[in-house]
């Protein structure tokens, strides 16, 4: 009688959602190996419940998130909840030594968080080793109770992920190049939720099949989950119409092809408005650098409801070419803020740090290596070293020795980025970080190098979303600034830097904490081409970190 009264009351008091916390969503992840996937080839893998891909967390904006994650494995671990903004809730953020020590062997960890001002596709992946190859899975997150999307309702929603399958153990391919210190194997197959479809170079030949009744609309929530590749995505005959990304609402735009780099998500629209049938649905890499990619075209099938399966032959597509660059270029400038007046585009209009990171590869000695030399990665000059605390707890607790605050916020050494190269390739190892007070803005030029080789880096920034508000070839010049888009650019939380190119984001720093940035190639993570940002608290609780929480990890 109580339970019922109780939950009546709780009905009663969600229908203002705004004025009181409703959900609480639950989820257990029992981190468990699972021994016979016999999907691209028979190996045992690391999965959340016996998984893969993972089971897709879903809440509605304003929910508290709480999810037990058990490590069963013998790894250590750590879920990173790609793309929420973490509020004063860095604990829950999830990279291992950056906001937390691992989960290890055993033990368990509840990440919890509340998904505040955010709707759309987001992802989780495991954030420790390379794990995430098959530690990963959706995060869907609807609107408020009652709110619509600002286009017209699709008739369902599918989860589309991305990945990418080695047929050996991913742990012993990245283990195997860092005692080298070359570049690992790149993998055999791509995926689309969890299938490669039929390829040579796997075990099975089946691929995912999303199976469409003709005149309705399909919402596809794509996210790339790939460790290492940008990618292509297309379906034969069908336009998609992108209406967010990243979960932040865009103007709407149709196009034939979507460009995904990892850590990205995209939601297109897609009308099954062709003759019933089969489509092929195709999943193949962007690389427009002199570099080697697994270039494995994955394939899945759109089929409609009213064809026969005997009786039908499938429409094919021509994936794009590897080095599309221009397609790519058009892809990435097509995408705006909605801006409207329910989503405005909240772009900084004043800057107080104005920052230029190089981005790139360099060299360093390595005895032991076989060239005797090491391919790092670096910003600023810097390859990051990864603590053995984590900086978070560092930060909050004022533990000293852990990092240092000076990262250099432009080059020290300034150079033609983009044109001839320095002689010494080498950088310097160190734990640096770039302090912000609590409030203020920053624009950080990403300008990539040629540093061994120009390449496109898709830049991850946790904590926080930011505004890309210009891009170009070349060296960034300050006259760039003069065509920056301040009205409409898109907001998002990973964006490509092109090969030889720059990118300007802007973001406020009105979250807190200690946020890790990123090349999301994951050998380039490895490498070091990462560094964070900590966030002084502001005035009053509000405006501070919350303490960690009882069964925060210990190292
Ligand atoms: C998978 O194999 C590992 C190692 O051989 C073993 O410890 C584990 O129990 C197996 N898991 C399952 C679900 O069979
Ligand atoms: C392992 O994965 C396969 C398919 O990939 C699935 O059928 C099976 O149930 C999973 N096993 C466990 C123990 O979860
Ligand atoms: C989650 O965090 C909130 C504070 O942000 C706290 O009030 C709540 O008790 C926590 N829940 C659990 C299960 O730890
Ligand atoms: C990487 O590729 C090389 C050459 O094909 C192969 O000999 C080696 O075993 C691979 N390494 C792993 C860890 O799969
Ligand atoms: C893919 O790469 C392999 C190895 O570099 C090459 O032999 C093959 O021709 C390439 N295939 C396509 C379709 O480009
Ligand atoms: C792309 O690669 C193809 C095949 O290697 C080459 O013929 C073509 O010139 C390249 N296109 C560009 C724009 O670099
Ligand atoms: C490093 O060694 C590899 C394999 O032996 C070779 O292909 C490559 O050219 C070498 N690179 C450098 C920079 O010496
Ligand atoms: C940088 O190098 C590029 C390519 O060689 C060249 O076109 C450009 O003029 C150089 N810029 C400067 C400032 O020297
Ligand atoms: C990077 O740092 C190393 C080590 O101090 C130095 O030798 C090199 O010249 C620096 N390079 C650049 C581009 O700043
Ligand atoms: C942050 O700064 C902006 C602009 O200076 C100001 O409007 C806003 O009130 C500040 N927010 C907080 C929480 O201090
Ligand atoms: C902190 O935020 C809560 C909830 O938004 C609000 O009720 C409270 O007044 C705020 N406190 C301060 C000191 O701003
Ligand atoms: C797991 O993490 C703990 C805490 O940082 C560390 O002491 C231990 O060496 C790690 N284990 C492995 C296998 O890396
Ligand atoms: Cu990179």
């Known amino acids: 009688m109580a339970v019922a009264w109780i939950r009546v009351l709780f009905m009663v008091v969600c229908l203002f959602p705004v004025l009181v916390q409703c959900r609480i969503r639950h989820y257990k992840f029992n981190v468990v190996m699972n021994n016979t996937t016999k999907l691209c080839s028979s190996k045992p893998i690391v999965t959340v419940n016996g998984l893969f891909p993972g089971p897709t967390v879903s809440a509605r904006e304003g929910d508290r998130v709480l999810i037990k994650v058990v490590n069963h494995v013998k790894y250590n671990l750590s879920i990173h909840w790609h793309g929420i903004r973490q509020i004063r809730t860095g604990w829950a953020d999830g990279p291992a030594y950056i906001t937390q020590c691992p989960i290890q062997p055993g033990q368990s960890y509840v990440y919890n968080f509340t998904v505040t001002g955010q709707r759309g596709t987001l992802w989780w992946h495991a954030h420790i080793l390379w794990l995430r190859a098959t530690v990963h899975g959706a995060i869907v997150i609807l609107p408020k109770p009652g709110v619509p999307y600002p286009f017209p309702a699709p008739d369902k929603e599918v989860v589309v992920l991305l990945g990418e399958w080695w047929k050996s153990d991913v742990e012993a391919v990245i283990k195997e190049a860092t005692k080298s210190g070359l570049a690992p194997n790149v993998s055999d197959a791509h995926t ?9 170079t796997c075990l099975t030949q089946r691929g995912f099949n999303l199976p469409v009744d003709t005149g309705k609309t399909y919402m596809l929530r794509v996210i790339n989950a790939a460790l290492n ?30 460009l995904i780099a990892p850590g990205q998500t995209t939601n297109v629209l897609v009308k099954a408005n062709q003759e019933s049938g089969k489509y092929l649905v195709a999943v193949s890499p962007f690389m427009d650098a002199p570099i080697s990619v697994d270039n494995v075209t994955a394939t899945a099938t759109l089929h409609y409801s009213t064809a026969v399966p005997s009786s039908v032959t499938t429409t094919l597509t021509a994936p794009p070419p590897q080095n599309a660059t221009a397609l790519a270029t058009k892809f990435s400038d097509s995408l705006r803020s909605l801006n409207s007046k329910k989503y405005p585009a909240q772009v900084p209009s004043e800057v107080d740090h104005s920052l230029l990171f190089t981005i790139g590869l360099g060299v360093n000695p390595c005895a032991t290596c076989v060239n005797g030399s090491r391919v790092v990665a670096d910003i600023n000059n810097v390859t990051f070293v990864m603590p053995k605390i984590n900086l978070l707890q560092a930060h909050y607790f004022k533990i000293s020795g852990v990092f240092t605050d000076d990262f250099p916020g432009k080059p020290i050494m300034p150079y033609n980025y983009t044109g001839t190269q320095p002689k010494n390739f080498a950088t310097v190892k160190a734990t640096k970080l770039y302090r912000l007070a609590y409030n203020s803005t920053v624009e950080l030029v990403l300008q990539g190098t040629g540093m061994v080789v120009p390449e496109n880096h898709p830049i991850h920034l946790h904590g926080f979303n930011f505004f890309v508000v210009g891009r170009g070839v070349g060296n960034f010049k300050k006259k760039d600034r003069k065509k920056f888009n301040l009205v409409d650019p898109v907001e998002r939380n990973t964006v490509g830097v092109p090969s030889g190119g720059w990118t300007a984001i802007r973001f406020r720093a009105d979250n807190p904490g200690v946020w890790f940035m990123h090349c999301h190639l994951e050998v380039h993570t490895t490498w070091g081409l990462k560094m964070a940002f900590v966030v002084d608290n502001g005035e009053g609780p509000n405006e501070s970190i919350l303490p960690p929480p009882p069964d925060f990890p210990k190292c």
């Open 192 to 200: 689309i939720n969890g299938h490669p479809g039929p390829v040579s």
């Open 229 to 258: 590749e940008e990618l292509f995505f297309k379906i034969a005959n069908h336009k998609l119409t992108v209406v967010e990304v990243d979960a932040a609402y865009v103007k709407p735009f149709k196009t034939d092809t979507i």
